[in-house]
Protein backbone atom coordinates (compact mmCIF):
# COMPACT_ATOMS: atom_id res chain seq x y z
CA UNK A 1 0.00 0.00 0.00
CA UNK A 2 2.93 2.34 0.59
CA UNK A 3 3.94 2.28 -3.34
CA UNK A 4 0.13 3.35 -3.90
CA UNK A 5 -0.25 5.80 -1.48
CA UNK A 6 3.21 7.45 -0.01
CA UNK A 7 3.90 9.95 2.24
CA UNK A 8 5.39 12.36 0.10
CA UNK A 9 3.65 15.83 1.94
CA UNK A 10 5.27 17.69 4.49
CA UNK A 11 3.07 17.95 8.09
CA UNK A 12 2.60 21.92 7.74
CA UNK A 13 1.60 21.27 3.89
CA UNK A 14 -0.50 18.39 5.67
CA UNK A 15 -2.33 21.05 7.97
CA UNK A 16 -2.73 23.94 5.64
CA UNK A 17 -4.33 21.27 3.27
CA UNK A 18 -6.84 20.17 5.89
CA UNK A 19 -7.60 23.92 7.24
CA UNK A 20 -8.23 25.37 3.47
CA UNK A 21 -10.41 22.02 2.61
CA UNK A 22 -12.38 22.51 5.51
CA UNK A 23 -13.18 26.26 5.14
CA UNK A 24 -13.79 25.57 1.38
CA UNK A 25 -16.15 23.05 2.32
CA UNK A 26 -17.37 25.35 5.04
CA UNK A 27 -17.81 28.13 2.79
CA UNK A 28 -19.88 26.04 0.40
CA UNK A 29 -22.03 24.52 3.52
CA UNK A 30 -23.13 28.30 4.44
CA UNK A 31 -24.07 29.16 0.69
CA UNK A 32 -21.29 32.02 1.05
CA UNK A 33 -19.68 30.46 -2.10
CA UNK A 34 -21.40 28.12 -4.57
CA UNK A 35 -20.64 24.59 -4.86
CA UNK A 36 -17.49 24.40 -6.16
CA UNK A 37 -16.43 24.88 -2.70
CA UNK A 38 -17.31 21.08 -2.05
CA UNK A 39 -13.73 20.70 -4.28
CA UNK A 40 -12.48 21.09 -0.69
CA UNK A 41 -12.45 17.87 -0.13
CA UNK A 42 -9.61 16.69 -1.89
CA UNK A 43 -7.14 19.07 0.19
CA UNK A 44 -8.92 17.71 3.23
CA UNK A 45 -8.37 13.39 1.95
CA UNK A 46 -5.16 14.29 0.85
CA UNK A 47 -3.73 15.90 3.98
CA UNK A 48 -4.99 13.42 6.36
CA UNK A 49 -4.05 10.67 4.21
CA UNK A 50 -0.51 12.40 3.80
CA UNK A 51 -0.21 11.45 -0.22
CA UNK A 52 -0.81 14.12 -3.05
CA UNK A 53 -1.58 11.68 -6.07
CA UNK A 54 -0.41 14.37 -8.76
CA UNK A 55 3.41 14.33 -6.26
CA UNK A 56 3.27 10.79 -7.05
CA UNK A 57 2.44 10.97 -10.50
CA UNK A 58 5.58 13.83 -10.95
CA UNK A 59 8.06 12.66 -8.53
CA UNK A 60 7.85 14.88 -6.52
CA UNK A 61 7.50 15.18 -2.63
CA UNK A 62 7.91 18.09 0.13
CA UNK A 63 8.35 15.37 2.80
CA UNK A 64 11.59 15.62 4.51
CA UNK A 65 13.83 13.38 3.27
CA UNK A 66 15.25 10.61 5.99
CA UNK A 67 19.37 10.47 6.48
CA UNK A 68 20.69 7.35 6.77
CA UNK A 69 23.61 7.06 9.05
CA UNK A 70 26.83 5.19 7.74
CA UNK A 71 27.45 2.42 9.79
Do not use: D
Not at 8 to 21: D, K, Q, T, Y
Amino acid sequence: MNKLFPVNEHIVERGLRVAVGLALVGLAATGTVGAWGYVGVVPVLTGLVGSCPLYTLLGFSTCPVKSQKAS
